[in-house]
């Protein structure tokens, strides 16, 4: 199926494992350029491998902490001008939805 989203770039949080990679996979199969991202070093490296070997597309991985501002910073260095965020990374603490503020969200 044609997305028409073949040639973007887009940023992949937290993405050298489970539903981030398949994320990553999946834009990276549609045509998408990659940046990956991930903690583990060995993590993201094989998971950048892996893509590659799957589609052709530019995949580059950066290793750091999404949460704090160096690693945002770091993100967004490799990619400057994302048409597309996936924003996946932990999430508001484990609770009743209703006990949530808009801080914690």
Same mark, same amino acid.
């Not at 044609?2 to 834009?27: E, F, P, T």
């Given at each position: 199926?044609?997305l028409?989203?073949?040639?973007?770039?887009?940023?992949?949080? @937290? %993405?050298?494992?489970?539903?981030?990679?398949?994320?990553?996979?999946?834009? &990276? $199969?549609?045509?998408? /350029? *990659?940046?990956?991202?991930?903690?583990?070093?060995?993590?993201?490296?094989?998971?950048?491998?892996?893509?590659?070997?799957? @589609? %052709?597309v530019?995949?580059?991985?950066?290793?750091?902490?999404?949460?704090? &501002? $160096?690693?945002?910073? /770091? *993100?967004?260095a490799?990619?400057?001008?994302?048409?597309?965020?996936?924003?996946?990374?932990?999430?508001?603490?484990?609770?009743?939805?209703?006990?949530?503020?808009?801080?914690?969200?």
């Amino acid at each position: 199926m044609d997305l028409g989203i073949r040639g973007r770039k887009a940023i992949v949080c @937290a %993405s050298s494992q489970g539903l981030g990679r398949g994320c990553a996979l999946a834009l &990276a $199969e549609a045509g998408v /350029a *990659l940046v990956i991202n991930g903690r583990n070093q060995r993590l993201v490296e094989a998971t950048a491998a892996d893509i590659r070997s799957r @589609a %052709s597309v530019n995949v580059t991985p950066v290793v750091a902490d999404v949460t704090t &501002a $160096e690693g945002q910073a /770091a *993100l967004l260095a490799a990619c400057p001008e994302p048409d597309i965020l996936v924003n996946n990374n932990g999430g508001p603490p484990f609770r009743n939805f209703r006990e949530l503020d808009r801080q914690a969200l």
